[in-house]
């Protein structure tokens, strides 16, 4: 069964901070979501990489693809309180039935 | 435009009781999806449709029924409610098979189901 981790589960930082987040899985995949979900509300898509190596870029948001297609990760720059939310990565399993990460939920203090 | 509508929003139950989770989508999407949210398990598939008239079980599919009798509207029953069930049910939409063609899933915003 392929799994999707995501690190670190909980993040609390000051806004203005950079920061990065994980997600490692324990198979290659084709391509990888990120969604971000807001308190009280259904996750929204961010973002699709597909290509091993991609990195793409939504305003302050980077994201990469790694090389090896098992991991990718988010790097906010100058994080703001409106980046507060649950992080979620998603990919196409074994089974080609979409599998979520466990989430990092971050705050950004104002 | 809409997008997913999911009702109730919150909903309390005792054991063994039963009720019916609406969700209704006005973008035309084939798949549709039911998912349970739990905290550090992620989002868990209970069933999906990928099309009207049809139905298939997903990750968690026990103590859970489901129903597509329009396109636009995926039904999600719990005939008896355990404690175990107690969970955030969110609803999805997808043009295409989103595991495979990377169709974005769209959510609505989830319905709080306390079992007591």
């Known amino acids: 069964t392929q799994l999707l981790e995501q690190s670190p589960q909980f993040l609390s930082i000051q806004e203005g901070e950079n920061l990065t987040v994980y997600c490692n899985s324990s198979?290659?995949?084709?391509?990888l979501q990120w969604y971000r979900q807001e308190p009280g509300e259904g996750p929204v898509l961010l973002v699709t990489v597909v290509t091993g190596g991609e990195v793409k870029k939504l305003k302050r948001l980077t994201f990469q693809f790694g090389d090896a297609r098992k991991d990718s990760s988010l790097h906010i720059t100058a994080a703001q309180p409106g980046d507060t939310g649950l992080y979620l990565c998603a990919c196409g399993g074994a089974t080609n039935k979409l599998i979520f990460g466990t989430g990092t939920l971050l705050a950004v203090q104002p | 435009n809409a997008g997913v509508t999911q009702t109730p929003k919150f909903r309390v139950l005792k054991t063994g009781q039963s009720m019916t989770l609406l969700c209704a989508q006005d973008m035309n999407h084939e798949y549709m999806y039911w998912y349970r949210q739990d905290p550090g398990m992620g989002l868990r598939l209970i069933h999906y449709s990928v099309g009207e008239g049809t139905t298939a079980k997903g990750e968690v599919p026990d103590g859970y029924n489901v129903s597509r009798l329009k396109k636009q509207n995926f039904l999600l029953g719990l005939e008896s409610a355990a404690p175990s069930q107690t969970s955030v049910y969110f609803c999805a939409s997808s043009t295409t098979w989103t595991g495979v063609f990377n169709s974005p899933l769209h959510f609505g915003n989830g319905t709080r189901l306390t079992v007591t």
């Open positions: 198979s290659v995949f084709s391509s």
